[in-house]
C-alpha cells in the first residue's frame, strides 16, 4: 500500500529527542529518531482504508 502523507507539523529536533531521553531516563529506537526527523506530525492524505473484512476504517 502506498500512503501519501502531509505535513501538518515541522519535524523533530534531535536536542528534543534528547531531551525527552534523559527526563524520561530512556533511549529511543534510532529507527524511530529518523522517522520523527523526517516525518513528526503527518497525517496520511486520505484517511479511510479497507481493512482485511472489507470494510472501511478512518483513521
Known amino acids: 500500500m502506498n500512503i501519501k502523507l502531509e505535513n501538518t507539523c515541522k519535524p523533530a529536533a534531535i536536542k528534543e529527542m534528547q531531551s525527552l531521553e ?4 530512556i533511549k529511543l529506537p ?20 479497507k481493512t482485511l473484512d472489507g470494510k472501511h476504517d478512518l483513521l
Open 22 to 25: 534523559q527526563e524520561w531516563n
Open 30 to 49: 534510532d529507527e524511530y529518531k529518523e522517522f520523527l526527523l523526517k516525518n513528526n506530525g503527518e497525517n496520511p492524505i486520505v484517511r479511510r482504508f
